[in-house]
């Protein structure tokens, strides 16, 4: 599955400084597209809004599409997991000709899912006009359908469709919002907004259906690997859950607003929480060109090697450069980190302000970039988890952050405004020290867990 990091890292290599510009700029879709289109164009629509609509109105459509991200995120988190599990398995096997009929099942599930509960929710319990009522619910199926393409991305490589499909899509919700915003309000504001969504979503599947043009054949196969991939099922639905349950959580403290009935949210958190959240993306951004990309050629090395017959020398030689490849990229990836942290800290008040926002989001924004910058290597420890295939330590990483987030954002929420944010900020850290400590108690023992801690016929 790291195969567009390899074609994004031939990019990069290429002796100019365009083509690095443009291997990164490439990195950022592909690793980080569909939240980062989601938050620029939610504030960028938002401060272009206030001067068109009036505030409940700008509030409405701001709800609807965080939550359609939100839900959307949470739906379809399963799904995408079980997915990606199978799709990597099939390109181990190359064996690619089921993925078309994989994508369109998957399709049709999260679609499924997405409907049982946006239906009655746009239905029957928010307060809303029906035309805002229905874009709403059509938004939060393309948004899930962003989301299940994000998992076949990886496999592509075609990595400048990806880009444009995020770029046109951008521009054309910006756009298209701005344009139907005056004459049809909150409405129109959605339906521009949701036409930009629906282009980056039929872009990727364009996409998707071109590099694996193979006929349409047993679309719901994958529902079986629900049941081998159990644990992968739950990470999906427990870290997405883990993501979004801090804000869930201050959508019902003090400060908190109602809007259209049923939609309460926190303005002052969610708003300094999105912000907080872009610092991740050159992180992401290297980690996808340089760190998986490197783990990737030692870990087949490992394995190919073993498979051929190795002598016990080359083993522990290829196990140390895979301790040395996850020793330096995640070092790497921390410095790279903490520095954005520390300007983003620095910079704080003067981007909020920029944003519109007001003094209380400051410290809030101060607190989710410190968690951000631990929920990268969170993050980092979790892919290098997945890739050996340690499924069970895995959900207990995503169990931990999900009850750790819970917990620590309810204890902290009665210290007061200052201290929210923190809750998420301890989280991060702990989920990330039991990861590391996970991980590394496994991988400095693989040869032995290779040979005999994985081999049922010694058990």
Request: overall charge positive.
């Amino acid at each position: 599955m790291a195969g567009i990091g390899f074609a994004l890292r031939h990019l990069a290599r290429q002796d100019t400084l365009s083509a690095g510009v443009r291997a990164y700029s490439h990195a950022f879709a592909v690793s980080s597209g569909p939240w980062l289109a989601t938050v620029l164009l939610l504030g960028g629509v938002e401060l272009l809004g206030r001067g068109m609509l009036e505030g409940e109105e700008l509030q409405r459509f701001s709800l609807v599409v965080i939550y359609g991200f939100a839900f959307s995120l949470v739906v379809s988190g399963p799904v995408v997991l079980v997915v990606t599990r199978r799709l990597a398995d099939q390109i181990y096997a190359k064996d690619v000709a089921g993925v078309p009929g994989m994508f369109l099942g998957a399709l049709v599930l999260i679609f499924g899912a997405e409907a049982a509960l946006g239906i009655p929710f746009y239905g029957f319990l928010v307060d809303m006009p029906p035309g805002e009522r229905i874009l709403a619910l059509v938004g939060f199926l393309v948004i899930g359908g962003i989301w299940i393409a994000s998992a076949f991305m990886s496999a592509l490589k075609s990595f400048g469709t990806i880009s444009a499909a995020f770029a046109v899509g951008s521009a054309v919700a910006f756009a298209g919002a701005k344009l139907l915003a005056p004459g049809f309000g909150a409405a129109g504001m959605l339906a521009g907004f949701i036409a930009g969504m629906a282009i980056i979503f039929f872009g990727l599947a364009a996409r998707i259906f071109a590099e694996y043009p193979h006929a349409v054949d047993r679309p719901f196969a994958f529902l079986a690997d629900f049941r081998r991939y159990w644990e992968f099922a739950l990470v999906g639905l427990l870290y997405n859950a883990a993501i979004w349950v801090d804000k869930w959580i201050m959508w019902f403290a003090p400060g908190r607003v109602v809007v259209a009935g049923a939609m309460p949210a926190h303005p002052a958190y969610d708003g300094a929480m999105f912000l907080a959240y872009l610092t991740i993306v050159p992180a992401m951004a290297v980690f996808l060109i340089s760190v998986e990309t490197q783990l990737f050629e030692r870990y087949l090395r490992f394995y190919r090697d073993i498979q051929n017959h190795a002598t016990a020398s080359e083993i522990w030689r290829n196990h140390r450069a895979i301790l040395r490849v996850i020793g330096e990229g995640l070092r790497n990836l921390a410095v790279l980190q903490a520095t954005v942290c520390y300007l983003a800290i620095l910079v704080a008040p003067g981007l909020i302000g920029l944003a519109r926002g007001g003094i209380e989001m400051v410290s809030v924004f101060r607190f989710g970039v410190l968690g951000a910058m631990f929920h990268v290597l969170l993050l980092s420890a979790m892919v290098v988890i997945s890739y050996f295939d340690l499924r069970r330590v895995l959900l207990s990483v995503a169990a931990l952050f999900l009850l750790l987030n819970a917990g620590l954002t309810l204890g902290t929420l009665w210290l007061g405004l200052g201290y929210h944010g923190y809750g998420y900020l301890l989280a991060t850290l702990l989920s990330s020290i039991y990861a590391y400590s996970a991980a590394a108690s496994r991988i400095l023992r693989l040869p032995y867990m290779t040979f005999v801690g994985n081999n049922r016929g010694l058990r």
